[in-house]
C-alpha cells in the first residue's frame, strides 16, 4: 500500500510539472514593460519590431495607421486555469491604462483600443480577446519615425555638380517648424 501511494504522488507531481512545462512562456517573449498579462494566462508567441505599421481604431470607429516600434504578443490560458469573460479582459487592460493616465479611444464587445500620452511620447494598445476568454493578443506601437537607412548618392552628386540639390520637407502648417518624419531628411 504504501509503494502504491507514493506511486500515485510521483504520478500526480509528474503530472503537474508536465503541464505547467507545457504551459511556459514561448522562447525570447516576454511581457511588455508597460503591462502585465492576466492571471493565469502564458505567452504563446510574440513579434518584435523596430519599425512597423498598425491600423488603430479612432474614437469614431475610423482606422488610423500608427507607425513605431511594434510589439505583439499572444497569450493562452495555462491548463486548468479559469477562463475570464472576453469583456474582462479587455476592460483589465482599459483599467490598467488609466491607472497610468492613459484613456481607452475605441471598445467593442471583445477589443479595445487604447493611448497612453506621456514625456512627449504616445503609445497605442489594442487588446483582443477571443476563444471564450481563453487567449488574447496584444499590440502595443511606441509611435516613433523610421530611422532612415538607406541614403542617396543621387542627392550628393547633385549638390557636388549643381551646388545644390532640391529636398521634400514637410513643416508644421504655418510655421517654420520641420515635421518629425521629414527630419531625416535634413
Given amino acids: 500500500i504504501k509503494i502504491r501511494i507514493l506511486s500515485t504522488i510521483i504520478f500526480i507531481a509528474l503530472f503537474v510539472t508536465i503541464c505547467e512545462a507545457t504551459a511556459q512562456d514561448d522562447p525570447g517573449c516576454k511581457d511588455h514593460p508597460m503591462l502585465t498579462r492576466m492571471p493565469g494566462f502564458y505567452i504563446d508567441s510574440c513579434d518584435k519590431k523596430d519599425f512597423e505599421q498598425y491600423r488603430f481604431v479612432d474614437s469614431k470607429g475610423n482606422e488610423q495607421p500608427v507607425e513605431g516600434t511594434y510589439t505583439f504578443i499572444k497569450y493562452a490560458l495555462k491548463d486548468g486555469a479559469k477562463a475570464p469573460s472576453e469583456l474582462q479582459i479587455v476592460r483589465n487592460y482599459a483599467n ?22 506621456k514625456g512627449g511620447n504616445i503609445t497605442w494598445i489594442h487588446v483582443r480577446a477571443h476563444s471564450v476568454g481563453e487567449a488574447y493578443d496584444l499590440v502595443v506601437i511606441e509611435k516613433k519615425a523610421m530611422t532612415q537607412d538607406v541614403t542617396a548618392t543621387d542627392m550628393l552628386d547633385s549638390l557636388n555638380k549643381q551646388g545644390f540639390v532640391a529636398l521634400y520637407i514637410n513643416f508644421d502648417t504655418n510655421k517654420a517648424t520641420i515635421k518629425p518624419e521629414s527630419r531625416p531628411i535634413v
Fill in 96 to 117: 490598467a491604462v488609466q491607472k497610468i493616465g492613459g484613456t481607452t479611444v475605441f471598445e467593442a464587445r471583445r477589443q479595445g483600443y487604447m493611448k497612453v500620452e
